[in-house]
């Protein structure tokens, strides 16, 4: 993860969709494996959640990263599941 910015970083083998970001700025996030997504947020409220799109019981984690230091995480493994994470940066 890169040592400026705010960054989501989802970790899972296999298809997962959903969006993340600030309210008026939401990004979509239709992708399969191991990706890092760079929010386009400062200090404000923001919110990620990602779920499974197949049935397996393997690992999702979303994990949010500000100026390189992770500040949220969460993971599901049921199959479908979903991650829902917040976090307030002015004060993370």
Sequence with gaps: IPQNGVWLLVKYNG???GTAGAPERIRRINETGTKAYQLSVRDEQILATIQ???NTGGTLTVEI???GKMIKTGSVKAPKG???ISADLKTA
Aim: net charge neutral.
């Design 82 to 84: 979903t991650v829902s």
């Design 52 to 54: 499974k799109m197949d």
């Design 15 to 17: 298809p997962y969709s």
């Design 65 to 67: 990263y500000k100026e």
